[in-house]
């Protein structure tokens, strides 16, 4: 269905309103009155898109602030914004083929970080056994850090498991966990501990949790300065920089919107949702199997995520709290989802 106005806690649909808990502005960045009022000052100064190569003869140092400013934040050692985390993954995928590794993906992971020749992490629910042999070899695997249809980040006890004769370049997708999850929100890169990971390569949506039009690509200072000369690097226009501005201006927001969004899941996960749903008490995703719960909650006058993602049989319902809930909001869902 289509709506002309960008959703926030609610959506209009041919003239009816709707309580929304669907998308995926989990700190309801978007519609936030204070951050569109800085974004516009920054619009002014910035303009509304610069569509030009990050490798062109004038450069905009917002850039380099915002680098250096989340490089620290998640805990790399470089980091580099581009256009959409879509091309973020896709660069970072592209430039590693270069060097003819074996690509590896846990499955069900986000198409972006997954090479067409990739073989899966698992066979038959065992690892594969090309990540047992003693075989010296540099492998990449891709992850996400929250799959689709999980609430709790990604495990890697698997690394525990392959053979030590593999050096393994490691790329996490923070999509759904950028911005939420881990202290004030840096996700889970710097988490990650193993004597097998040569490489960590942190890709990501900017557009989520954070409300940036953009993606990020983080990791070592080699790995980031290589990609950064490459032609597809080389070739494409970066992330907004009025966006980018505001983001470095706005941190206490983003920290009252993150303390915001915890009180909504502690009021609505107080007394649990029972057995029927997939949740977590510190995430804002509820799933559910039950294929009749988008037209019962839309019957309600509530309307979810439910769409067929690329990598699952199914269509997925998708429950999603933001900052931007009120308690009554919240008092309506769970009225619904315990009938």
């Keep these: ?9 609610t959506i209009n649909i041919n003239g009816k309103e709707f309580l929304y808990f669907g998308g995926t502005s989990y700190l309801g960045m978007s ?23 990050r490798k062109s003869n004038i450069q905009l140092s917002v850039y ?27 660069l970072t995928i592209d430039f590693l083929e270069k060097e003819n590794l074996q690509f590896y993906h846990y499955p069900k992971t986000h198409p972006a970080v997954i090479n067409k020749n990739s073989l899966s992490l698992f066979v038959d629910e065992t690892l594969n056994p090309r990540l047992t042999n003693s075989i010296d ?10 799959l689709a249809l999980e609430v709790t980040p990604t495990s890697f006890d698997f690394l525990n498991k392959i053979s030590t004769s593999k050096k393994v ?19 889970i890169f710097n988490s990650i501990q193993h004597p097998t990971i040569g490489r960590k390569i942190m890709i990501s949506s900017l557009g989520k949790a954070l409300g940036i039009p953009g993606g990020v690509i983080a990791s070592d200072k080699e790995f980031i300065n290589g990609l950064t000369n490459d032609a597809n690097f080389v070739s494409a226009s970066g992330a907004s920089p009025a966006h980018l501005a505001t983001y470095l201006e706005e941190q206490d927001l983003y920290n009252q919107q993150r303390k915001k969004l915890q009180h ?19 995430y804002s995703v509820i799933y559910s199997d039950n294929p009749d719960i988008y037209q019962q909650l839309f019957n309600k006058g509530i309307v979810i995520t439910n769409f067929k993602y690329p990598t699952y049989k199914n269509f997925m319902s ?3 709290i933001t900052a931007n809930h009120t ?10 989802l315990k009938k």
């Design 1 to 9: 269905m289509e709506v002309n106005q960008f959703p926030n806690r």
């Design 31 to 53: 519609l936030q009155p204070e951050f569109q009022k800085q974004l516009f000052e920054n619009i002014k100064k910035w303009g509304v898109f610069y569509g030009s190569s």
């Design 64 to 90: 380099e602030e915002f680098e250096t400013y989340f490089t620290k934040f998640i805990g790399a050692e470089k980091c580099v914004t581009v256009s959409s985390g879509m091309l973020a993954g896709k």
């Design 137 to 146: 070899e540099e492998i990449v695997i891709s992850a996400d850090s929250i």
């Design 169 to 187: 370049t490691l790329v996490i997708d923070e999509s759904h966990s950028l911005g939420i999850i881990g202290k004030n929100g840096k996700g």
């Design 264 to 282: 909504n899941l502690d009021f609505l996960f107080k007394e649990g949702l029972g057995t029927t749903f997939k949740y977590h008490p510190d």
């Design 318 to 320: 998708r429950i999603v």
């Design 327 to 336: 308690f009554d909001d919240l008092k309506t869902l769970k009225h619904q």
